[in-house]
């Protein structure tokens, strides 16, 4: 019943920010101009009601996002990377995992389909010495590296509704079959639409288990709204095989079961394709024997597989448990991987749509942008800057140039990361630590 898979997302970092331009006083078109870098593609995931299992999964396991390149001269922008999309059936929910612990924490349910959420976004493009630009300095040695992008493991779990649903006209026995099959107690009545919600039961066969679900009747123009409509089909989308039940005594037995296969295809042809079997119920009646077996005749004629059942009686019930969990056995090593990445991200590109305008955004946000507002942190006598911004700066700093360290200093200045660490007592020998950078200060 549950499909799950851990998968490791990875989303691209952002470009570095460039440190260019002519130095020159007087030279036409002097002056910085390194460009910002490009920012790093996100993970997304969509959901797609085509793909009904995560057996994807089971041979994927990493999923990597493009990172998006360097700033350059003349004041060029890097490329932005790819973003990565996954895509995954409808019923998929996406937990986090901690590496250290099993602990999970819900991120994100896809309960419809073309629903998109980003998941670990790209890291930001670096600013290019450009933007550092200001009166006093008017040419800046300054630039920010690229933001990384978000590591995460998640964990993806399809719940899927039920293994079977059974579907038919109003009144053709379906709630009186989970009933009769299982611990659920649906009402049972002699007139339509008495189910008005579906209702799950447990069936326990050959110490083997499979959920059922008793769908409300549907009628012609279901797939439209009329009757319970719409609401109920969605729900039959998500069961793994359908137990078609039939009135035998109805005025049209097979025009009945014609006539919803119509209404269901028209909802969604895919759903036809689901292993099906035709329960032929109600043959306890007197004089149907010879319908039943007109109705058997023709439907195998067709390759429709039938079972003659009373659901009341429970003549055929134990035929009928057979076949069902044959079924299903047949259906869950039939799975394979349906389609590679490449294919689905084609198909997904050919029904994109409005998609970008409701894409939801999922924390956790990466580290690096947790810790913008912190500033100077002390432990163990040693003073830590733990400001992200000053942290990117400094990664670009070129450690040879006076000047650039001269710039940099003020900038951590300007940052109130000097005051700060002033206010924390650092005095001459006392050790710094930005990023990877250390030093003694000697202010
Ligand atoms: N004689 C006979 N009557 C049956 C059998 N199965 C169901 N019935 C009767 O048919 C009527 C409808 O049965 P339900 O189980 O409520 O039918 P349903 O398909 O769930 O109907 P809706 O919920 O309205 O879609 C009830 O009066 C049942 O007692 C059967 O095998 N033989
Ligand atoms: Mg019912």
Redesign the pocket.
């Known amino acids: 019943m549950i499909d799950q898979a851990k998968i490791k997302i990875i989303s691209g970092n952002g470009g570095n920010g460039c440190i260019s331009g002519r130095k020159e006083k007087y030279v036409p078109k002097g002056g910085p101009d390194g460009g910002d870098g490009g920012n790093g593609g996100s993970i997304i995931f969509k959901s797609d009601e085509n793909i009904n299992t995560l057996r994807y999964f089971q041979y994927s396991k990493n999923f990597i996002a493009e990172s998006g390149t360097e700033g350059k001269p003349g004041l060029k922008h890097g490329s932005d990377g790819k973003d990565l999309e996954i895509t995954v059936p409808v019923g998929t929910i996406i937990s986090s995992i901690t590496s250290n612990s099993d602990k999970k924490k819900h991120l994100a349910e896809f309960t419809s389909h073309d629903q998109t959420y980003v998941i670990c976004k790209g890291g930001k493009g670096g600013r290019g010495n450009t933007r550092f630009v200001n009166s006093i300095n008017q040419f800046p040695l300054l630039a920010e590296s690229g933001e990384k992008g978000s590591n995460l493991k998640v964990f993806l779990e399809l719940r899927l509704l039920a293994d079977v649903g ?1 579907i ?12 009769f099959l299982s611990n659920a107690s ?11 919600e579906p209702v799950l039961g447990v069936v326990e066969h050959l110490s083997k288990s499979f959920v059922m679900v ?5 009628i012609e123009g279901a797939h439209k709204g009329i009757g319970l409509g719409h609401d109920f089909l969605k729900h039959i989308k998500r069961t793994r095989i359908l137990l078609h ?1 039939v ?1 035998i ?1 109805g005025p049209d037995p097979l025009q009945d079961i014609d006539n919803i296969k119509e209404e269901i295809s028209l909802f969604d042809e895919n759903i036809n394709d689901k292993p099906s079997l035709v329960a032929i ?5 007197e004089g149907t024997q010879d319908s039943v077996k007109k109705i058997e005749i023709e439907l195998n004629q067709r390759g429709i597989e039938t079972v003659a ?5 429970g ?1 055929g019930i134990n035929d009928l448990r057979d076949k069902v969990t044959e079924m299903l056995e047949v259906e869950s090593k039939s799975k394979t991987p349906r389609q590679t990445l490449t294919e689905r991200l084609n198909a997904s590109k050919k029904g994109q749509k409005k998609q970008t305008e409701e894409i939801k955004v999922i924390k956790p946000e990466p580290v690096d942008r947790r810790n913008k507002k912190d500033g100077v942190l002390v432990s163990d006598g040693e003073y830590i800057i733990t400001s992200s911004t000053a942290i990117r700066i400094a990664a670009m700093v070129n450690p040879d140039s006076w000047e650039a360290r001269t710039q940099f200093y003020s900038h951590l200045r300007k940052m109130g990361l000097i005051s700060q660490l002033e206010q924390k007592g650092i005095g001459p020998g006392s050790t710094v630590k930005l990023g990877d950078l250390e030093w003694e200060w000697d202010a």
């Open positions: 059974i038919g006209s109003p009144n053709a026995g379906k709630s009186s079959l989970l009933t649906p009402k049972i009545a002699d007139y339509p639409f008495t189910t008005l008793d769908i409300p009747g549907l039940m009135d005594s119920n109600k043959i306890d009646i059942i009373s659901a009341i009686s003549i």
